[in-house]
């Protein structure tokens, strides 16, 4: 079983709607999770974190956990083309920080 | 200072060659990471750093040689590659308290002849 895992898309949404990716993980002890973009070519950029279950805020970005589910989801609220990208989830399962897995990333294609 | 930087950018080196990547950090972080991503697939773990002690290696073969100098600097020798090991390498850095964030460098874009 992985480790992380995603719906690898791709994902098409018109310029304005509401882009909403997924993301399940294995392993219940896992502490905190991350959204990463990563356009082609370049290094993945952190772009939401959340520890605690629940929603959390960021401008047009909203991550939500449920750990009981073991499942973590990120909105894009007003989808620009610019959002256009492969959207990896992580996973840090170690209580030191030091195990991070990644998802195989959806690639989210915003039309104008 | 918010950045990893990494060096070089692009490499191309031949089987029987042996090169260095380098990557540095001065956000005081005590944890560097080795990944390897190949085109349309995750950061695949390579190895972890903490404390300038190795912590994790997730069974790389040894033509990859890790080294970390001090808390700032991160190596990753390489030797005797072979094509397949053609991808982009990460540095990533992070402090080591519990849910703290993983910061990449912008990679080396490796390809093996």
């Known amino acids: 079983q992985k480790e992380v895992e995603q719906n690898s898309g791709p994902l098409s949404v018109p310029e304005g709607a509401i882009a909403s990716l997924n993301c399940t993980y294995s392993?219940?002890?896992?502490?905190?999770f991350f959204w990463y973009r990563q356009y082609s070519g370049k290094s993945p950029e952190l772009i939401m974190f959340?520890?605690?279950?629940g929603d959390k805020e960021d401008g047009r970005f909203t991550a939500q956990l449920n750990k009981a589910s073991q499942y973590v989801s990120l909105l894009i609220r007003d989808s620009q083309p610019s959002d256009s990208a492969t959207y990896l989830c992580a996973v840090n399962k170690g209580n030191t920080g030091n195990q991070f897995y990644f998802g195989t990333g959806t690639s989210l294609t915003v039309i104008p | 200072d918010t950045e990893v930087t990494q060096t070089p950018k692009h490499l191309v080196m031949g089987m029987t060659n042996k090169k260095s990547l380098k990557c540095e950090q001065h956000m005081g972080h005590r944890a560097m990471y080795w990944y390897k991503q190949k085109a349309k697939k995750p950061p695949e773990l390579m190895f972890v750093?903490?404390?300038?002690?190795?912590?994790i290696n997730e069974s790389v073969p040894s033509r990859f040689s890790p080294e970390c100098p001090n808390s700032s600097l991160l190596n990753l020798h390489l030797h005797a590659l072979q094509p397949e090991d053609s991808a982009l390498y990460l540095c990533?850095?992070?402090?080591?308290?519990?849910?703290?964030?993983?910061?990449f460098g912008s990679g080396t874009q490796l390809s093996v002849l």
């Open positions: 959340i520890y605690s279950n």
């Open positions: 990533a850095s992070s402090y080591l308290t519990s849910n703290e964030k993983l910061f």
């Open positions: 750093y903490s404390y300038e002690k190795l912590s």
């Open positions: 392993d219940r002890g896992s502490q905190s």
